[in-house]
């Protein structure tokens, strides 16, 4: 991301990197160009190949120089400021500008089919990280129930039934876990109990991943994550 511009109050905006919007502009371009081409019953011509092909070089580039390595700066920016109390004092205010900054005006989930679910979310960063990452395939929503999407919708309705667990303990005391289980966090449970049904019964192919992190996680989020 590069800086782009700063106001008379100093607030700073960022922008994506040239070569990635420009990457995603141009494949789009070539995508439109195949449809057509087989709507009209054309063949491709040796240009178009020749471009596909050096396309499909920058994918890799992107992927490789640009994408992964600013998920594994943030992921462990993320980790380290989390298990460290002199860090997260240093980095409060700026991770609230990283996660929590954007548009105060509540706005309604879109889903896929066109209708809204009826859940009101404020637009931050975090948000449209996390609405992004989760769109279902809209071209073909029928063969989404193997989406690997399903199974992290699973791991964060995970997060959030321990979060909050972690929240009304820490505010109500273990003496009322008994009535806070049952006031609230059987309904919370009953979320986290269709999703496990759902990703459960959905069949995944296990691949080894052909990038990943390459330093282990930190010990946080209560334990979600385990350091080797």
Do not use: C
């Amino acid at each position: 991301m590069k800086l782009a511009k700063q106001t008379r109050s100093r607030q700073k905006s960022y922008m994506p990197k040239h070569s990635l919007a420009s990457f995603m502009r141009t494949r789009l371009e070539l995508i439109e160009q195949e449809e057509k081409a087989k709507e009209l019953d054309r063949p491709m011509y040796r240009e178009y190949r020749k471009k596909i092909t050096k396309s499909n070089r920058m994918k890799v580039h992107i992927l490789d120089k640009v994408i992964f390595p600013s998920i594994a700066n943030l992921v462990y920016f993320l980790e380290t400021v989390a298990v460290n109390p002199d860090l997260r004092d240093l980095f409060n205010e700026d991770l609230g500008d990283l996660l929590d900054s954007g548009k105060n005006t509540p706005i309604q989930i879109q889903s896929n089919i066109g209708t809204k679910v009826g859940i009101d979310i404020r637009e931050t960063m975090f948000t449209r990280f996390i609405a992004a990452s989760l769109m279902l395939n809209q071209k073909n929503l029928e063969g989404e129930s193997t989406n690997f999407r399903i199974k992290l919708v699973q791991d964060l309705q995970g997060i959030i039934y321990g979060k909050i667990m972690e929240i009304l303990l820490t505010e109500y005391g273990y003496s009322n876990f008994n009535q806070l289980r049952e006031s609230v966090l059987d309904d919370i449970r009953r979320a986290l109990g269709w999703i496990l049904f759902i990703g459960n019964s959905a069949q995944y192919e296990n691949k080894i991943p052909r990038r990943s992190l390459g330093f282990p996680a930190t010990n946080t989020i209560a334990g979600l994550y385990q350091a080797e």
